[in-house]
C-alpha cells in the first residue's frame, strides 16, 4: 500500500503491519492460604478484650486485610503477557486482538478504525460481486482510496472496500486527449504512464499520492482562476451500485445524476472507471517572490487574470506573502535566464541557527528531548519541512517560538526567490509539511473579469483573528483558487460560467507522537478552527472541503451545521439518490450518516 494508507494487519493477511499480542498464559493458581492464616493471625492477635484501643487496631488490620486481599485479587484476575510486564497496570489494554482485526488509520493519524472487513477486489466482476453480496447480507462497505482525507471520510468500522489492484489505464484517445482508467490509480502513476502520449491532467492538487476515484469523489482541486475542480475533468464513470448494478454516467446518459455522482462522497457507488479528459503536457515555469498584503492588493486582479496557476502563502505575525505563479515556458522566449541570489544553504541559515539555538535552550530548561548532542543527527541533511517540524516540536504550542519558527520561514523565501523550470506534474507539487491538523475553506470571490476582493479581506481577518487572539498558528496559510465547478454537490458549484473561487487552509502541525502533547495541540487547533468558524465562515459564505469538513460532537453545532449544508447544497436531491442507489446503505458511514441524515436513520 501507500505511505497515505496505514494499514496495520494480521499475520496471516500479511498486509503492511502485523498485529500481534500473544495470548495470556492460563491464570496462576490462587493465592497461598499462608496469606489468608497471616491475616487472620493478625486480626486475632491477642489482647485484652477490654481494651478501645485494641478494637481499633484490629479494625485498621482488617482495612489493611481487605486492601491486601484486594491488590491480589486484581493482579492475578489480568496477567500480563510476558512481553508486557514491564510496562504499567492498565487493565485491558494488552488484551489480544483477533488475528483478522485490521486497524485503518489516515494519513496524519487522526482518524482510525478498527474492522474485520478490508476488501481489495482485482477487477470489475469481483468488485460487482462484491457490493451486491454485502448489499444482500447488509454489511457495510465503504469506498476508501489513499486515506489521504485528514477527516478520515472513507474509513468505516463496519467494512471498506479499496481499489489499489484495480489500478490500470484501459485506454488512450491521443488525438482527443482522451484516457480511461480503473480509479484505483494513482495520481502519479497515471501521469507517468500517459506522459508518452504527451498529455498530462490539467491541474494537481498539491501531493501526488490520491487515488483518482478518491480525489474525483471529494471535490479535491489544484490551483488557477481559470481551471476547474478535478471532478470538471471526468467527461464519464462507471459506477457499481448496490440496488441497480454497474452503470455508466456521462454528460449524455442521465446528465443529473453524473453531476451528482461527480462529487458524491462514496455515498452513491463504488467508482469503478473514469474518463478523464486531459490537456497537453507543457514545461512550466514556476515564479517564486516574496510580497506584503498591500502590494498584492494593487496587482491582485493581474495576478488571477495572467497566470495560469497561482497561490499565495501568508506567514503569520510577519507581513511576509509568497507568491507562486506558474505558467507555460514561452515558445518564443524560451525559459527564462536567471542566476539565484543565494544558494540553499544560504536559505536554511536562520532556520538552522534556530534550531541550535533552541535546542539548547530547551534542553537547559530540561524541556523533554528525545536526542542529545551525541545522536543529533546532522541537520543539514533535513529538508526546509523537517527542520521546521524538529523545531515546533520542542513547543508547538508557545506562541513566541511558533512566531520564531515563523520569521525563520519568511527569511527562508525571501531567500528562495526565483524560478524554476520543469514539467506540470513535477511543478505543480508543494511538500506540505508533516502529520497535521487542517482546515480548508471555500468561498465566492467574484469573477474572473471582475473579482470581489473578498479573499483577501478574509485573509486580513483571519490575521487579525490569529494576533489578537495570540494563537500559536504555524506557517504557512495557503490561499488558492478555482474555476467553478459543476458538480451540484462541489464547494465550488456554480452556475455561472465565470465565477471564481478561493479556497484558504489552515493548518497545525502534529510533529511528536507524544499522546498528551498531540492532544493538546489538536484542542488548540479546534480552538484555533472554531474562531474562525464563528467569525467568518458565515460572513463570506464559506464551506469546509468535504476531506477536511469535521463533524461536531455538540448535538446543537450538528444540527446548526446540517441546516447550512442544506442551505448551500442540494442535500435532498442526494439523499434521494442514495436511497435509490444504496437503500441498505453499505455505503455509508458515520460521517455520511451526521451531515445528510435521512428520515429513516439505521
Request: some cysteine; charged content about 25%.
Amino acid at each position: 500500500m501507500f505511505r497515505s494508507l496505514s494499514l496495520k494487519r494480521s499475520f496471516k493477511t500479511h498486509l503492511k503491519t502485523l498485529i500481534h499480542c500473544p495470548q495470556q498464559p492460563p491464570p496462576p493458581p490462587p493465592p497461598s492460604p499462608v496469606l489468608f492464616s497471616s491475616i487472620r493471625a493478625l486480626s486475632t492477635a491477642s489482647s485484652p478484650p477490654s481494651s478501645s484501643s485494641d478494637s481499633e487496631l484490629r479494625k485498621y488490620l482488617g482495612y489493611t486485610a481487605l486492601l491486601a486481599f484486594c491488590g491480589v485479587a486484581t493482579y492475578y484476575s489480568f496477567p500480563f503477557p510476558e512481553n508486557a510486564k514491564h510496562k504499567k497496570a492498565q487493565l485491558f489494554r494488552y488484551s489480544p486482538l483477533p488475528e483478522d482485526l485490521h486497524t485503518v488509520s489516515n494519513w496524519s493519524g487522526t482518524h482510525e478504525v478498527q474492522t474485520r472487513h478490508f476488501h481489495q477486489p482485482e477487477n470489475l466482476k469481483q468488485l460487482e460481486e462484491l457490493v451486491k453480496e454485502s448489499s444482500e447480507k447488509r454489511v457495510k462497505l465503504r469506498p476508501v482510496g489513499s486515506g489521504l482525507s485528514p477527516n478520515g471520510i472513507g474509513l468505516a468500522r463496519g467494512g471498506m472496500v479499496n481499489l489499489a489492484l484495480m489500478d490500470k489505464v484501459l485506454e488512450v484517445d491521443k488525438e482527443k486527449k482522451r484516457v480511461r482508467v480503473q480509479a484505483g490509480i494513482r495520481v502519479q502513476q497515471l501521469v507517468d504512464e500517459i506522459k508518452d502520449y504527451g498529455i498530462t491532467l490539467q491541474n494537481f492538487a498539491s501531493i501526488r499520492e490520491q487515488q483518482i476515484g478518491g480525489i474525483l469523489q471529494v471535490g479535491a482541486h489544484g490551483t488557477g482562476a481559470k481551471l476547474p475542480p478535478i471532478d470538471e475533468q471526468i467527461i464519464s464513470m462507471k459506477l457499481v451500485t448496490p440496488a441497480k448494478g454497474t452503470i455508466e454516467l456521462s454528460k449524455e446518459k442521465d446528465p443529473e445524476l453524473f453531476y451528482l455522482a461527480r462529487c458524491g462522497l462514496g455515498g452513491l457507488g463504488v467508482v469503478a472507471e473514469v474518463t478523464i479528459q486531459c490537456v497537453e503536457r507543457q514545461e512550466l515555469v514556476e515564479h517564486t517572490t516574496v510580497s506584503n498584503l498591500k502590494d498584492l492588493k494593487k496587482n491582485h486582479k493581474k495576478m488571477l487574470s495572467e497566470n495560469k496557476h497561482v497561490k499565495y502563502l501568508y506567514i503569520p505575525y510577519t507581513d511576509t506573502v509568497v507568491v507562486v505563479t506558474c505558467n507555460p515556458v514561452s515558445k518564443w522566449r524560451g525559459p527564462p535566464k536567471f542566476k539565484p541570489k543565494h544558494t540553499t544553504d544560504e536559505a536554511m541559515q536562520d532556520i538552522r541557527e534556530l534550531y541550535k539555538e533552541s535546542l539548547k535552550k530547551y534542553r537547559a530548561r530540561d524541556i523533554k528531548t528525545k536526542s542529545s548532542d551525541s545522536d543529533e543527527p546532522n541537520i543539514n541533511e533535513f529538508s526546509f519541512t523537517e527542520l521546521r517540524d524538529k523545531l515546533l516540536s520542542l513547543d508547538p504550542l508557545n506562541k513566541d517560538h511558533v512566531m520564531k519558527v515563523n520569521h525563520a520561514e519568511a527569511e527562508f523565501w525571501r531567500k528562495s526567490e526565483g524560478y524554476r523550470v520543469g514539467w506540470s506534474d513535477d511543478i505543480l507539487g508543494f511538500d506540505c509539511g508533516g502529520q497535521q491538523w487542517v482546515s480548508e475553506t471555500c468561498f465566492p470571490a467574484g469573477t474572473l473579469s471582475k473579482p470581489s476582493m473578498k479573499d483577501l479581506e478574509y485573509i486580513e481577518e483571519l490575521k487579525k483573528l490569529i494576533e489578537t487572539n495570540e494563537l500559536p498558528a504555524p506557517a504557512p496559510i495557503e490561499q488558492r483558487w478555482t474555476a467553478r465547478s459543476q458538480s451540484p454537490m462541489s464547494p465550488a458549484s456554480s452556475s455561472a460560467e465565470d465565477d471564481i473561487f478561493s479556497w484558504v487552509g489552515i493548518i497545525m502541525y502534529l510533529p511528536t507522537m507524544d499522546a498528551r502533547q498531540r492532544k493538546e495541540i489538536t484542542e488548540e487547533f479546534f480552538h484555533y478552527r472554531h474562531l474562525t468558524q464563528s467569525q467568518l465562515w458565515d460572513k463570506y459564505s464559506a464551506y469546509e472541503h468535504w476531506a477536511k469538513i469535521e463533524v461536531p460532537k455538540d448535538k446543537e453545532e450538528l444540527e446548526a451545521l446540517q441546516a447550512r449544508l442544506k442551505a448551500r447544497f442540494p442535500v435532498d436531491a442526494y439523499n434521494k439518490a442514495r436511497r435509490e442507489l444504496d437503500p441498505n446503505r453499505i455505503l455509508s458511514n458515520n460521517i455520511l450518516e451526521k451531515l445528510f441524515p435521512l428520515s429513516d436513520t439505521v
